[in-house]
């Protein structure tokens, strides 16, 4: 992540796979997070930086130790306010990507920095079009939550009947008996 050998790495996995990199500073945030590592403060403030510029820019790589791992995220939240140049606005677009992606709440985050809470508050609000009030909204039916996005249909692949293979032990008989024929032929055409 240092890229102390100067090969650019950073832009190398944001043109390759920038998921990879994002998981990359993720768990070793998570390792500094438990212990195992403790990383000094200037090697922490810009894996962090990282981090966060990286969900900025291309979304959370929702992984296990990404969306699936509150205690990593309250950990980034927290030292966020510790990193130099890191503005309200990239922390406020960080609190939204973060809530969009895993519907935690400001108030999981309530120790941490206001611009975090904003973004994730604001992010969790619902948005109504101009001159649509709430009594005009569409409810769910049932108490479900709302579901938007793609809409998701189930396929059925029919492959068709299962191919059975012959039986093994006699099926490598006779191919063995076949190339020990064949073998046996041309041994006997080479000595004529």
Same mark, same amino acid.
């Given at each position: &992540?240092?890229?102390?050998h100067?090969? #650019?790495m950073?832009k190398?996995f944001?043109?390759?796979n920038p998921? !990879?990199?994002?998981r990359l500073?993720?768990?070793?945030?998570e390792?500094d997070?438990?212990?195992? /590592?403790?990383f000094?403060?200037? #090697? *922490?403030a +810009?894996l962090?930086? /990282?981090y966060?510029?990286?969900v @900025?820019a291309?979304?959370?790589?929702?992984?296990? @130790?990404t969306c699936?791992n509150?205690?990593? @995220?309250? /950990?980034?939240?927290?030292?966020? !306010?510790?990193?130099p140049g890191?503005?309200n606005?990239?922390?406020r +677009?960080?609190?939204a990507?973060l809530?969009?992606?895993?519907?935690?709440?400001d108030q999981?985050f309530?120790?941490?920095?206001?611009?975090?809470?904003?973004?994730m508050a604001?992010a969790?609000?619902?948005?109504?079009s101009p001159?649509?009030s709430?009594?005009? *909204?569409a409810?769910?039916p049932s108490?479900?939550? &709302?579901v938007t996005?793609y +809409? &998701? #249909? #189930?396929r059925?692949?029919?492959?068709? +009947?299962a191919?059975?293979s012959?039986?093994q032990?006699?099926?490598l008989y006779?191919l063995?008996?076949?190339?020990i024929g064949i073998?046996?032929?041309?041994?006997a055409r080479?000595?004529?």
């Amino acid at each position: &992540m240092a890229d102390k050998h100067g090969l #650019e790495m950073s832009k190398f996995f944001d043109g390759q796979n920038p998921y !990879a990199r994002q998981r990359l500073l993720a768990r070793l945030l998570e390792v500094d997070r438990q212990g195992i /590592h403790q990383f000094s403060r200037e #090697e *922490r403030a +810009k894996l962090v930086g /990282h981090y966060i510029a990286s969900v @900025n820019a291309h979304g959370v790589d929702c992984s296990s @130790n990404t969306c699936g791992n509150l205690q990593l @995220n309250q /950990h980034v939240a927290s030292a966020a !306010a510790l990193v130099p140049g890191l503005g309200n606005v990239a922390l406020r +677009k960080f609190g939204a990507v973060l809530a969009q992606a895993t519907h935690w709440s400001d108030q999981q985050f309530r120790s941490f920095p206001a611009p975090i809470r904003a973004g994730m508050a604001g992010a969790v609000a619902p948005r109504l079009s101009p001159g649509v009030s709430r009594a005009h *909204r569409a409810e769910p039916p049932s108490g479900r939550p &709302m579901v938007t996005g793609y +809409k &998701m #249909e #189930e396929r059925v692949w029919n492959l068709g +009947k299962a191919v059975t293979s012959p039986s093994q032990p006699g099926f490598l008989y006779l191919l063995s008996i076949g190339f020990i024929g064949i073998g046996a032929a041309r041994e006997a055409r080479r000595l004529d």
